[in-house]
């Protein structure tokens, strides 16, 4: 029988101890006599069998039910194997022992496979353990993690006797108890409470990456229906990522075949924890995730084949945030083979998501003033809208991208999102570049896009001599720099053409009430996005005068302008074949010496 010593979870015996003798399979405590041979997983233990009946009530049901008194009992499936039952062995033997975080949960179970109840002996091994547990692993965030961990090896036995329930309370209430603490610390020291909340956070972070993806998932969900904080919560699940997902974050060479051959069954495992680690994250907005780790899960998840639900989860709080979103972030490499070298269908259902999430904005505000140029969704669109034509030229130049992903993700913007399309006009000149055995209805259909009024001078510029765009698009592009530089000329400020698009969007009086409010939106929208343009233009115009003015004073320059090379393009058009085919013969060499009087009408000419 065993007895207390100083350490009230350390047995000794009150005899002197029997000697342990040991062989390649077999481990013997030899007494005087009664001896019976047990057999734990193929390891043989000859034993004194009254210390054992008299704790085990399995041992002494299987004694009495044996024919033979020196037949072997075999034990099979005991928790923890022949380890636990060597120390449960001790424990009715008297032999020096004690209970740890390390040992109690094997402990615990192997008792309970044995019987070693009170109705045997008071203070039988399964009070031993049940006390131990109590008053120490649940006390201890650190301890019930450590007795949670021992738990991954042992069978249901042990959620029968609830050990991992009852650790994973126990982690979740100690963090609250730590929360709390470090919010009491800010409150009386602030100087020094970041620091405390930080070194308290981390230490219990740390511990938690140790569990396996299933009991750390049931410690999350605790901790958040008992009010740990989102950052908290969130700040677990980037560090159990960093630890758990090392082996495929290593791999940069994108190469589905070599990550599918070397990492087998690891693979699996793997997409196990970023389908759970994406479902336990909270869906509190104010949580602040780096964006670089959302983008490194989606990553992950596109790697591992994760669940559409998995993916679509990412992008969609990836889409709350799109206009922080980097350019080195979108460049999500595609592992299809065959296909393009960048996954542009996973950024056009992000882009989806941010506009039904701008949409939706703009449905709940009421007010005309909160609407518009000004707004903060409106200014999100922008920093999209300039984030996506970025997009498209850096991804245009390969040569695997089809024009039919390359046009959904140009037409999937609203006009509004963008004031100036030089960015577009470059992508889409860079595409055209690349993939020069495109038709000519497909150039038409990617240059449709491009709105000749929203380029800048310098566009227009190499628009006009461009030679891959189509015909009707230079045409378009000479014709309304004409237009801009006759309204310039003749003092006008382009009220003509504002008025006539204003007039377009009058509400009709058979509009219903919410279609009459929507068209006023859309027409306020409209309104502020060309003040926006007119002020680009005014600034480029202001360039333009001056650029002329000492054009007209330079009377020995022998430089061409940018009206000259607009008027020898037309020519080459022949749009005004009877006017402009003409004069540029009369002005030929009688130019050169009057150069102060030609200057003026040959502006004029083109106008």
Known sequence: MGMVSENPFSFSSRSPTPKLCSSFTTRIFSDVAGDITIVVDGESFLLHKFPLVSRSGKIRKMVADAKDSTAKLELLNIPGGPLAFELAMKFCYGINFEITTANVAHLRC???????????????????????????????????????????????????????????????????????????????????????????????????????????????CAMTRLGVRPDSIFASLMHFAQASLKGIAKCQTWNPGKLKSNTGMAEHDQKTVVEALVSLMPTEKSCSVPLSFMFGMLRMAIMVDATIACRLELERRIAFRLEMVSLDDLLIPSIQAGGSLYDVDTVHRILVNFLQRIEEEESEDCGYESEGLGSPSHDSLLKVGRLIDTYLAEIAPDPYLSSQKFIAMIEILPDYARVIDDGLYRAVDIYLKVHSMLTEQECKKLCKFIDCQKLSQEACNHAAQNDRLPVQMTVRVLYFEQLRLKNALSGSSGDGLLSQRISSGVPSAAMSPRDNYASLRRENRELKLEISRMRVRLSELEKEQLFMKQGMMDKTGNGKTFLTSLSKGIGRIGIFSGQAGGKPKKSGRKSRGSEGKTGRSRRYSVS
């Open 110 to 220: 192997a008792a309970e496979y044995l019987e070693m109840t009170e109705d045997y002996r008071d203070e039988n091994l399964i009070a031993r353990t049940e006390t131990y547990l109590d008053e120490v692993v649940v006390q201890s965030l650190e301890k019930s993690v450590e007795v949670l961990s021992t738990c991954e090896t042992l069978p249901s036995i042990a959620e029968e006797v609830g050990i991992p329930s009852r650790c994973v309370e126990a982690i979740a209430m100690n963090a609250c108890k730590e929360q709390l603490v470090s919010g009491l610390s800010m409150l009386n020291c602030d100087g020094e409470s970041t620091e405390l909340k930080s070194g308290c956070l981390e230490w219990w972070v740390e511990d938690l990456s140790l569990l396996r993806i299933d009991y750390y998932q049931r410690v999350i």
